[in-house]
Each structure stands twice: as structure tokens, then as C-alpha cells.
């Protein structure tokens, strides 16, 4: 059984940056894709970055493009998401996600990925 073990958040005034850090164990991490999603107090979940199990590829939100960066390493067992000039609307529970080996899908849809952490509070204040 895959665990996802999500840490980094914490509380950071605008415009700061923090890392957050998905540790993954029990499952070949390299054949996934992982993702990181966020959800708000009343709002649905949304999608935030994703990258290949190569890291060949990534993908990103519209809102979060060239402050947020997605990477991997796969020698690690470890995904990051690099959050830098954030902003109060960035407040969120962040969640990692992985999806099954070299599964397909839609990248931006939860529903593609199998596996899930329990997630890491962000709190970006103004």
C-alpha cells in the first residue's frame, strides 16, 4: 500500500515562500505521476501542479504559473512543491497525490489518482 506523507506548510506573510515535501513509501514512486491539489474552507478541491514519473513533464493552474514549482526525486522518494511570492488567496490545505503505475487520466482531475496524503496546512497572510 502507497503512503504520501505531505510536510512544509506552515504559517508565511505575503509575498514569502515556503516548500512543501511529499514523502512516499510502500510502491515504485518512480512509475507515478504525482500531483498537488489544495482545497479552501467551502470550496471544492483544485488542482495545483502535477509532473510525470520522469519529470519530463509538468503542469500547472493558471493562477499558480511562475510562483509555484513542481519537481521530484525519484532517488528520494520524494515530490516538492516549491511555493515562492505567495499570496493570501494561496491559503489552502495542500494535498499530494499519486496516481497508479504509468497510469493515464487527466492530469487535473482528483479523480485520476489513487493515492492521497493527509495534507499540510498553508496560510499566507496580508
Known amino acids: 500500500q502507497v503512503q504520501l506523507v505531505e510536510s512544509g506548510g506552515g504559517l508565511v506573510q505575503a509575498g514569502g515562500s515556503l516548500r512543501l515535501s511529499c514523502a512516499a513509501s510502500?510502491?515504485?514512486?518512480?512509475?507515478?505521476?504525482v500531483a498537488w491539489f489544495r482545497q479552501a474552507p467551502g470550496k471544492e478541491r483544485e488542482f495545483v501542479a502535477a509532473?510525470?514519473?520522469?519529470?519530463?513533464?509538468?503542469f500547472y493552474a493558471g493562477s499558480v504559473k511562475g510562483r509555484l514549482t513542481i519537481s521530484r526525486d525519484n532517488a528520494k522518494n520524494t515530490a516538492y512543491l516549491q511555493m515562492n511570492s505567495l499570496r493570501p488567496e494561496d491559503t489552502a490545505v495542500y494535498y499530494c497525490?499519486?496516481?497508479?503505475?504509468?497510469?493515464?487520466?487527466?492530469?487535473?482531475?482528483?479523480?485520476?489518482?489513487?493515492?492521497w496524503g493527509q495534507g499540510t496546512q498553508v496560510t499566507v497572510s496580508s
Open positions: 510502500g510502491g515504485t514512486f518512480s512509475s507515478y505521476t
Open positions: 497525490a499519486a496516481t497508479g503505475p504509468y497510469a493515464g487520466g487527466n492530469t487535473y482531475s482528483p479523480g485520476s489518482y489513487r493515492y
Open positions: 509532473i510525470t514519473w520522469t519529470g519530463g513533464s509538468t
